[in-house]
């Protein structure tokens, strides 16, 4: 055989197996991306942490300071926030903006407290949040009155959860709630304060169940001298009875605030603090982004 024609021969089956691999491998490359995707919330995690005692199971996100990584021995305040999935997100950009030019609060991890899996948020927090079952006031074909049931929770499950997984002081835990959640935040300083260090109580429905946590911190009184706890809250000034359609349709907020935190005040424990601001221009679903960023302020400064 003439070798040129065998040369030839080899040299094209060369080129032939080299563009069949060439066209396998344009074939194995991974998809573009496609287009209108859902938005994600970037360097975020969602965590399952179900309750033993119910079976439900709850999320919570997670959003670690910027400096989460560089300084590995470093242990971190936790702000626990309620009805995570609107809180959550506005929390984590205001602590990020806050500190733009310096440090203004401290770097936190932030922990959003989500609604049971399966459930609108309307009937997880109604039931999780409020100490007392239905009455007239609220809405009373959903369920209410599992407050102490998920504080229990919060405490036995989520509290391990996070505390044993990322850098979070114990000491320095702080939770805030609003309406419903900030109910919630009471409960929880009026029966087991030392639970977190200091309590945002935004916008808090003081008047649900004929005014009951009231009668609750009475009875904490009574077994109490000192309420060791830091107290912040904020309100709408628009949240009491009024002539324009943003004010209060039936509750004085702003009243039973004052009235809470004169009664607390009354009692001179030695290691509460307690503030509070009524926010002008501003209602009940108005007032929380503004509230957020006076609680950060308030409990979480930047450390000298």
């Not at 997670?62 to 999935?85: F, M």
Request: proline share 9%.
């Amino acid at each position: 055989m003439d070798l040129r024609f065998l040369a030839a021969g080899l040299v094209a089956a060369l080129f032939a197996c080299g563009c069949t691999e060439a066209a396998q491998t344009t074939q194995a490359a991974p998809p573009a991306p496609l287009e209108g995707q859902p938005y994600v919330l970037k360097d975020t995690q969602v965590w399952t942490v179900p309750d033993p005692v119910s079976g439900r199971e709850y999320e919570v996100f997670v959003s670690l300071p910027a400096s989460y990584e560089a300084e590995p021995q470093r242990r971190y305040p936790t702000l626990y926030v309620t009805d995570a999935d609107y809180a959550f997100p506005i929390l984590r950009q205001m602590a990020r903006r806050i500190n733009l030019d310096g440090p203004v609060i401290q770097d936190f991890i932030l922990v959003g407290l989500s609604y049971a899996k399966g459930e609108g948020g309307a009937a997880s927090r109604s039931r999780d949040y409020t100490p007392v079952p239905c009455n007239p006031e609220s809405r009373c074909e959903l369920t209410h009155g599992g407050g102490d049931a998920y504080q229990t929770y919060l405490k036995d499950a989520v509290l391990p959860f996070i505390e044993g997984r990322f850098r979070a002081d114990p000491e320095a835990r702080v939770l805030l709630g609003h309406s419903y959640g900030g109910l919630l935040g009471a409960q929880i300083l009026f029966t087991d304060p030392t639970m977190f260090r200091a309590y945002v109580l935004g916008s808090p429905s003081f008047w649900f169940g004929q005014r009951h946590i009231m009668t609750m911190e009475a009875d904490y009184a009574r077994a109490h001298t000192d309420l060791p706890a830091e107290v912040f809250m904020y309100i709408g000034a628009f949240e009491t009875p009024g002539p324009t359609p943003r004010h209060a349709s039936r509750y004085d907020m702003v009243g039973q605030m004052a009235a809470m935190e004169q009664v607390l005040k009354s009692r001179a424990y030695p290691n509460l603090k307690v503030r509070s601001t009524v926010l002008a221009d501003e209602d009940h679903l108005t007032v929380a982004p503004a509230g957020f960023t006076r609680a950060l302020l308030a409990v979480l400064p930047a450390q000298p």
